[in-house]
């Protein structure tokens, strides 16, 4: 029985270690040619150092909510930065590695693959406001409301020369009220947190997907357009775009930076269907001309 065991842990680490290589081993993915992306835990800036401390959340859940999204979107290929959980698991099985009950296929030790590039989230802003008040002619009752927002700043940084590639501010906010109640009612809970840094996580995916990989006409047909996006794209069902048709490239005269293709604006469309790899939009109204592979949909500007 104890042989058992032991030949069961044995291949269980086989398992895993044959993992860790499928992921680590260049070669093994040298047909995938995603940009390889981690996004580094979460800081705060000085200045909202003291009302993120005294409310005592997990700034962390950004960085989470973040690596969800990027990788729901599937055009990365993701690894962690975590000391935390590197330290846990990753360095962990490497270290097993060297043990001699693993076998001649387990994970190197100290072979992690760099990646291009790093995605670091700041927060830049954490505000609440509100509180209880007492009913003055009922005593004892008291009318609650609170407001919260987050504000996260996020900088996509080329690994071999730290040049910003990207950045946006985004936002993500919540409100609530307890109508009437017995008591005082205390700041936003750990759940209210976790949404607001979910709804700030989703704009910046969307703003980085859109910035990197924007929307893309893939399939024209009389009726339906094809698009690129899919489920955990940032696309949903009723959603307004407007379309471009891409033109020539524009190159920069003095950098010689390719600046994008020049874009004409045929019309708008609405999202009619999200499958997991890509989406149905049809036309609203008239387009000034027919769409083709390659054109590209925005959301409209306000």
Same mark, same amino acid.
């Given at each position: 029985?104890?042989? @058992?065991?032991?030949?069961?842990?044995?291949? %269980?680490?086989?398992?895993?270690?044959?993992?860790?290589?499928?992921?680590?081993?260049?070669?093994?993915?040298?047909?995938?040619?995603?940009?390889?992306?981690?996004? #580094?835990?979460?800081?705060?800036?000085?200045?909202?150092?003291?009302?993120?401390?005294?409310?005592?959340?997990?700034?962390?859940?950004?960085?989470?909510?973040?690596?969800?999204?990027?990788?729901?979107?599937?055009?990365?290929?993701?690894?962690?930065?975590?000391?935390?959980?590197?330290?846990?698991? @990753?360095?962990?099985?490497?270290?097993?590695?060297?043990?001699?009950?693993?076998?001649?296929?387990?994970?190197?030790?100290?072979?992690?693959?760099?990646?291009?590039?790093?995605?670091?989230? $700041?927060?830049?802003?954490?505000? @609440?406001?509100?509180?209880?008040?007492?009913?003055?002619?009922?005593?004892?009752?008291?009318?609650?409301?609170?407001?919260?927002?987050?504000?996260?700043?996020?900088?996509?940084?080329?690994?071999?020369?730290?040049? $910003?590639?990207?950045?946006?501010?985004?936002?993500?906010?919540?409100?609530?009220?307890?109508?009437?109640?017995?008591?005082?009612?205390?700041?936003?809970?750990?759940?209210?947190?976790?949404?607001?840094?979910?709804?700030?996580?989703?704009?910046?995916?969307?703003?980085?997907?859109?910035?990197?990989?924007?929307?893309?006409?893939?399939?024209?047909?009389?009726?339906?357009?094809?698009?690129?996006?899919?489920?955990?794209?940032?696309?949903?069902?009723?959603?307004? #775009?407007?379309?471009?048709?891409?033109?020539?490239?524009?190159?920069?005269?003095?950098?010689?930076?390719?600046?994008?293709?020049?874009?004409?604006?045929?019309?708008?469309? %609405?999202?009619?269907?999200?499958?997991?790899?890509?989406?149905?939009?049809?036309? @609203?109204?008239?387009?000034?001309?027919?769409? %083709?592979?390659?054109? $590209?949909?925005?959301?409209?500007?306000?």
């Amino acid at each position: 029985m104890h042989f @058992v065991r032991l030949l069961l842990a044995g291949s %269980k680490a086989a398992l895993i270690a044959s993992l860790l290589i499928a992921t680590h081993n260049p070669s093994a993915a040298q047909n995938d040619d995603r940009p390889s992306v981690a996004v #580094y835990p979460t800081i705060v800036i000085d200045q909202s150092k003291d009302v993120v401390s005294k409310l005592n959340v997990d700034i962390q859940e950004v960085t989470r909510q973040l690596e969800e999204g990027l990788r729901a979107t599937r055009r990365f290929k993701m690894f962690e930065r975590s000391s935390t959980v590197m330290e846990a698991s @990753v360095l962990k099985e490497q270290d097993f590695a060297t043990n001699s009950r693993a076998l001649g296929d387990a994970a190197e030790f100290g072979k992690l693959n760099n990646v291009g590039l790093l995605v670091q989230p $700041i927060i830049t802003g954490y505000s @609440v406001q509100g509180g209880s008040r007492e009913l003055p002619d009922f005593p004892g009752k008291y009318v609650s409301n609170h407001k919260a927002m987050l504000s996260v700043t996020v900088k996509v940084l080329d690994t071999t020369s730290g040049e $910003i590639k990207f950045q946006t501010t985004q936002t993500g906010d919540f409100s609530t009220s307890s109508g009437v109640s017995d008591g005082r009612m205390g700041p936003p809970s750990k759940d209210a947190w976790n949404g607001i840094a979910k709804t700030a996580s989703l704009k910046i995916t969307n703003a980085i997907i859109g910035y990197i990989f924007p929307v893309l006409v893939i399939k024209v047909n009389p009726k339906d357009i094809f698009v690129n996006r899919g489920e955990g794209g940032g696309i949903a069902v009723g959603e307004a #775009y407007d379309i471009f048709s891409a033109g020539e490239d524009m190159i920069d005269p003095v950098t010689k930076e390719n600046l994008g293709s020049a874009e004409t604006l045929l019309g708008r469309v %609405k999202v009619e269907r999200v499958n997991p790899k890509f989406s149905v939009v049809s036309i @609203v109204g008239k387009l000034s001309e027919t769409p %083709k592979i390659g054109d $590209i949909l925005r959301k409209p500007s306000k």
